[in-house]
C-alpha cells in the first residue's frame, strides 16, 4: 500500500501510455452513446458510465477517489460544498420523524443545518458537549436515532471529538458515526480507522488550500452493515421505486450502497453539483496536501507557544500544545500535529479581540480558515453570529475568541505581525 504523500500526489489517477499524466478537466454536461438501449442501462443503473453531470463527472470521480484512498474508505464522492457533504451524508440516513445526535461543538453553519433547517424537514437533534459523561452519551440517543455527527476538530472550539467513545455509543444503537475530518485532514487523522462510518470534508479548506475553489467531499468506510439493521435504514434495504426496485445494499453491498444511493437520489434530486473546473483545482491542492499540513502545523505550533507566554493574551487553545484541555485525545489521535488554527482571547475581551484584528497587516480578515494565507475571524461576530448566548457557549465559542489560521508564510513574519498588533490593544 502507498504511504499517504505518495497517494496525494497519484492517488485515484494512473494515467495509460500516451494518456494526460494530470487529471483531465471533461468540461462536459453529457455523454454520447450509441444506442437507446445502453443509456437505459445507465438510468436503471445496470452498467456504468456517465450520463448527465449532474448525477456524476469523470473528472470529479477521480479526484474523489484520490480522497477516498486518502481516507482509507471504499467509495466517494464529491460535492459542491461542505455544507452540502454534511447534508447529504445525514439526510441519506433520516427522513421526516428521525434523530441525530450530535455533539455541540461543531461550526456554526453545521450547527444551523442540524438544529434549524433538517428541524424543519421533520428530522431533531439532541446535542451533547464533546465532553460528556457517558450517561449523558447514553441518555442522548432515542428509538428512531438514525446518525451520530461530529468534527474530528471543532471549528472554532479545536475540541476534539473522542472518536472511539462516539463510534462505540453509535454502534451500540446500531447507527453510523458521520465525521467531519475537514482540520486535520487523513494527513494528520484518519476517523475510520478509529471506527467512524462515513468521512466528511470542506475541500474548500487545507485539500484545496488556496482559497481558489468551494467543494466538499464524502467518503465511506464500508464498514457498517447496512442489513443488520435494516429497519433502521429502509432507503439502503427495501426497494427503491424510482429505480425499478432496486435494494442499494444488496446490489451496490456494503461498500458501495451508502454513496451509490447518495448519487443516485441525493444528487439527482438537489444538484449539489461540484464542477470539473473545481475538483480540478481540489486535486491540484491534494498535491502538495502532506507538504503543507506539515508547515501548517509547525507554524501553529510556533504561535501558539508565543501567544501563551504573552502578557497581553488571557488565554490560547491549540490541541497539540502541551497542557491544553485536549493534549492527551490530540496525542491519540493526531501525534504527528493536529490542524493549523489556534484560538485565543486577549486582555479586554471582544472589543480588545476586534482592535487587535483591525491592526494585523499580514493576517487577512476573511470567512475563510485552513488557507495558505493567514487569515483571522471573530466567530461570535461571523460564522456562529446567528446562535444565543447559550448556544455559544456550548460550541465552546467566548465573545472575545479569535480564530487564527496560521498559513505557510515564514513564521518570523507571521510572529512579527501578531506582536505589532498586540502591541496596541
Given at each position: 500500500m502507498s504511504k499517504?504523500?505518495?497517494?496525494?500526489?497519484?492517488?485515484?489517477?494512473?494515467?495509460?501510455?500516451?494518456?494526460?499524466?494530470?487529471?483531465?478537466?471533461?468540461?462536459?454536461?453529457?455523454?454520447?452513446?450509441?444506442?437507446?438501449?445502453?443509456?437505459?442501462?445507465?438510468?436503471?443503473?445496470?452498467?456504468?458510465?456517465?450520463?448527465?453531470?449532474?448525477?456524476?463527472?469523470?473528472?470529479?470521480?477521480?479526484?474523489?477517489?484520490r480522497i477516498c484512498e486518502l481516507e482509507g474508505g471504499t467509495a466517494g464522492m464529491l460535492t459542491s460544498s461542505g455544507q452540502s457533504a454534511n447534508f447529504y451524508s445525514l439526510f441519506?440516513?433520516?427522513?421526516?420523524?428521525?434523530?441525530?445526535?450530535?455533539?455541540?461543538?461543531?461550526?456554526?453553519?453545521?450547527?444551523?443545518?442540524?438544529?434549524?433547517?433538517?428541524?424543519?424537514?421533520?428530522?431533531?437533534?439532541?446535542?451533547?458537549?464533546?465532553?460528556?459523561?457517558?450517561?449523558?452519551?447514553?441518555?442522548?440517543?432515542?428509538?428512531?436515532?438514525?446518525?451520530?455527527?461530529?468534527?474530528?476538530?471543532?471549528?472554532?472550539?479545536?475540541?476534539?471529538?473522542?472518536?472511539?467513545?462516539?463510534?462505540?455509543?453509535?454502534?451500540?444503537?446500531?447507527?453510523?458515526?458521520?465525521?467531519?475530518?475537514?482540520?486535520?485532514?487523513?494527513?494528520?487523522?484518519?476517523?475510520?480507522?478509529?471506527?467512524?462510518?462515513?468521512?466528511?470534508?470542506?475541500?474548500?479548506?487545507?485539500?484545496?488550500?488556496?482559497?481558489?475553489?468551494?467543494?466538499?467531499?464524502?467518503?465511506?468506510?464500508?464498514?457498517?452493515?447496512?442489513?443488520?439493521?435494516?429497519?433502521?435504514?429502509?432507503?439502503?434495504?427495501?426497494?427503491d421505486d424510482s429505480y425499478h426496485g432496486i435494494v442499494y445494499a444488496e446490489k451496490f453491498g456494503q461498500g458501495g450502497a451508502f454513496i451509490t444511493k447518495c448519487t443516485a437520489q441525493l444528487m439527482r434530486d438537489l444538484g449539489s453539483t461540484p464542477s470539473p473546473q473545481s475538483a480540478y483545482y481540489i486535486g491540484l491542492g491534494l498535491e502538495s496536501l502532506h507538504l503543507r499540513m506539515e508547515r501548517h502545523c509547525s507554524n501553529a505550533m510556533a504561535l501558539a507557544k508565543y501567544l501563551r507566554d504573552h502578557e497581553k493574551v488571557s488565554w490560547v487553545t491549540y490541541p497539540s500544545l502541551p497542557g491544553d484541555k485536549y493534549y492527551d485525545l490530540a496525542q491519540k489521535y493526531l501525534p504527528n500535529g493536529s490542524c493549523g488554527v489556534v484560538c485565543f482571547g486577549v486582555n479586554g475581551g471582544r472589543a480588545a479581540a476586534e482592535r487587535f484584528m483591525k491592526e494585523l497587516k499580514l493576517g487577512i480578515i476573511a470567512t475563510h480558515v485552513a488557507d495558505a494565507h493567514t487569515c483571522v475571524l471573530h466567530p461570535a461576530n461571523a460564522t456562529h453570529r446567528q446562535m444565543n448566548d447559550e448556544e455559544l457557549l456550548a460550541a465552546g465559542v467566548t465573545p472575545d475568541l479569535i480564530r487564527f489560521s496560521v498559513g505557510i508564510e515564514d513564521i518570523n513574519d507571521i510572529l512579527f505581525d501578531v506582536e505589532q498588533a498586540l502591541s496596541v490593544v
Open positions: 499517504i504523500g505518495t497517494i496525494c500526489v497519484q492517488g485515484g489517477y494512473k494515467p495509460g501510455n500516451g494518456e494526460p499524466r494530470q487529471v483531465p478537466i471533461i468540461q462536459s454536461t453529457t455523454f454520447k452513446y450509441n444506442t437507446s438501449e445502453d443509456m437505459g442501462k445507465l438510468f436503471d443503473l445496470e452498467a456504468p458510465g456517465y450520463f448527465y453531470s449532474r448525477l456524476q463527472n469523470p473528472t470529479c470521480d477521480l479526484i474523489a477517489a441519506n440516513l433520516c427522513s421526516c420523524g428521525d434523530h441525530i445526535v450530535s455533539s455541540s461543538a461543531i461550526y456554526g453553519g453545521t450547527y444551523n443545518l442540524i438544529a434549524v433547517t433538517m428541524r424543519r424537514m421533520g428530522i431533531e437533534a439532541t446535542f451533547v458537549s464533546p465532553d460528556c459523561s457517558e450517561e449523558e452519551l447514553e441518555a442522548a440517543f432515542r428509538p428512531n436515532t438514525r446518525a451520530v455527527f461530529g468534527e474530528t476538530i471543532a471549528n472554532p472550539a479545536l475540541a476534539i471529538l473522542d472518536i472511539e467513545r462516539f463510534a462505540n455509543a453509535a454502534h451500540r444503537h446500531g447507527v453510523p458515526l458521520v465525521i467531519d475530518n475537514t482540520f486535520p485532514t487523513p494527513i494528520n487523522c484518519r476517523p475510520i480507522e478509529w471506527g467512524a462510518d462515513i468521512v466528511t470534508h470542506a475541500t474548500t479548506k487545507y485539500m484545496d488550500g488556496h482559497g481558489g475553489t468551494v467543494g466538499g467531499a464524502i467518503v465511506d468506510s464500508g464498514h457498517f452493515n447496512w442489513l443488520a439493521h435494516a429497519d433502521k435504514f429502509p432507503g439502503l434495504t427495501t426497494p
